[in-house]
C-alpha cells in the first residue's frame, strides 16, 4: 500500500503532541509547545542509547503518544463509509493496524530528527471550545520552504485528543481514506488488514 503523503514530515512532527496531561487545558498551543520541548529534551539525552539500539524509541513513543491519539475515531474516518459495514473484530483490527502503522512511521522520523526548527503560529481558540487547530510550521532541509503543519484536537473526557493532522494541505484522514477504499473495494475489510498487517510486518520492531 502506497503512501502518498510526506508521512516522514508527519512523523517527524508528531513529537510536539506527544503527552497530555489528565485535566482539561485551557491552552492548547502552550502545552504543544511544552511538551514538544520535553519530548525533544529525553530524545537528546538519551541519544546515545537510542543510536545503538534504536528499539528504545518504542516505550517511549508507547508510553507519551498512543494515549493522546483517538485511533479509534482516526480509523473510523479512515475508513468512511465501510466503517458500518465492518464487524466489532473487523473495526478493531483496522483500528490496531492502523495504530501501528503511525507509530512506527513516527518512531522511525523521530529517530532520525536533526533539529528542525518549529514556528508556532496564532491559533484562533475560543474559551469552552471543544475543538482546536494548531498551526505550526517545521523547516524543511535543503533550504526548502517551510512545512505548514495543523494538528486538529477535540476535548474529549476532559482532554484534548489528536483526531487529524494536516501536512502541507493534505488531510491525514483524507489521504488514507482513499487508499482505504481502494482496498476494500480491491480485497475487502480483510483485505485492507492483510495490507496493514503486512506493512508493519516490513518495518521489524
Known amino acids: 500500500m502506497r503512501v502518498s ?45 537510542l543510536e545503538a539500539n534504536p528499539a528504545l524509541i518504542y516505550p517511549l513513543v508507547e508510553s507519551t503518544v498512543l494515549p493522546h491519539f483517538d485511533f479509534r475515531r482516526m480509523s473510523q474516518s479512515a475508513l468512511g463509509r465501510y466503517w458500518p459495514d465492518a464487524s466489532d473484530e473487523q473495526k478493531t483490527a483496522v483500528t490496531n493496524e492502523f495504530r501501528e502503522l503511525l507509530v512506527r512511521t513516527y518512531a522511525t522520523a523521530l529517530l532520525g530528527y536533526t533539529g528542525q526548527q518549529i514556528q508556532y503560529l496564532p491559533v484562533q481558540y475560543q474559551p469552552g471550545d471543544e475543538k482546536v487547530m494548531i498551526p505550526t510550521r517545521i523547516a524543511a532541509s535543503d533550504n526548502a520552504p517551510p512545512i505548514p503543519i495543523n494538528y486538529r484536537l477535540q476535548l474529549t473526557d476532559a482532554k484534548w485528543m489528536v483526531y487529524d493532522v494536516v501536512i502541507d494541505g493534505v488531510s491525514l484522514i483524507t489521504n488514507y481514506r482513499s487508499q482505504f477504499a481502494t482496498e476494500v473495494r480491491r480485497n475487502g475489510i480483510d483485505g485492507l488488514i492483510s495490507a496493514l498487517a503486512d506493512k508493519n510486518g516490513k518495518t521489524g520492531k
Open 5 to 49: 503523503i510526506e508521512l516522514r514530515w508527519l512523523a517527524a512532527s508528531l513529537f510536539l503532541l506527544s503527552s497530555f496531561v489528565e485535566a482539561a487545558i485551557e491552552d492548547p498551543q502552550q502545552l504543544v509547545r511544552e511538551t514538544g520541548e520535553k519530548v525533544l529534551s529525553e530524545v537528546g539525552a538519551r541519544k546515545a542509547d
